[in-house]
């Protein structure tokens, strides 16, 4: 059930900034496809999309690692495995990029309704920019975004809390008066290192462990479930 702290309303914010991968759009797919196609290539064993979920949201470099250790029997790849593994997984996923993966319900409705409330929005993901601004943009969520940040924006990437602060500096607003939307610790961290409030929802990509337990100023089973949440906190 969603739920808000009471200190949180809408009175209190200029701007959102949101996550993508399993926040906006559940990604599983395109990053099965393309994954397994870079293993299919490389003569490795294929990985599920189960296992796929538990290793999303800390970038695709570190994703690409993560699998070619899970499929190698814990040996961690060298330097020139994991380039040659990017260059190859980098070509699948631009060719699938958005074709196997559906935004959540309520994403669209919520963004709208936040526009309508009169705040600016951020699109800010640990995905490659590359890859971020086609699929949000396949999905028809571009539209709603003042701007998007890629995990190449800054020079570190979610939880670390710079591309927060960066962030909040191109919108032109007070950090406090920024919520971060995501959907697992890293986004939950690196808010609070920023000093912006941040709310998680309950659906997405949490590296397997219970979003509830996550520190947050409120958890949502729908995006479209926030600006009403919001309101009642006035």
């Not at 996923?93 to 935004?103: D, E, I």
Request: charged share 20%; glycine share 10%.
């Amino acid at each position: 059930m969603s739920r808000l702290l009471p200190s949180l309303a809408l009175s209190d914010l200029d701007a959102v900034i949101v996550d993508l991968d399993g926040t906006m759009v559940d990604t599983l797919g395109d990053f099965e496809v393309a994954l397994n196609g870079m293993l299919r290539e490389m003569a490795l064993p294929a990985i599920t999309r189960a296992q796929i979920r538990n290793m999303v949201g800390k970038g695709s470099e570190h994703l690409i690692r993560s699998v070619l250790q899970r499929v190698r029997g814990g040996r961690a790849p060298d330097e020139a495995l994991a380039r040659e593994a990017w260059e190859r997984y980098s070509r699948h996923y631009l060719a699938v990029n958005g074709q196997h993966s559906t935004v959540y319900p309520g994403v669209a409705q919520g963004l709208t309704a936040l526009r309508a409330a009169g705040l600016r929005l951020a699109c800010l993901t640990n995905k490659p920019g590359a890859f971020a601004g086609p699929l949000l943009a396949a999905k028809g969520l571009a539209r709603h975004f003042d701007l998007v940040f890629g995990g190449d924006a800054f020079e570190r990437k979610k939880p670390d809390p710079l591309p927060l602060v960066k962030t909040c500096e191109a919108l032109g607003f007070m950090r406090g008066r920024t919520l971060m939307v995501g959907d697992s610790s890293n986004d939950a961290q690196a808010a609070r290192a920023a000093g912006c409030p941040v709310v998680l929802m309950s659906y997405g990509y949490n590296h397997g462990e219970s979003i509830d337990e996550v520190d947050a100023d409120g958890w949502l089973d729908s995006l479209a479930d926030l600006p009403p949440a919001l309101l009642a906190g006035t």
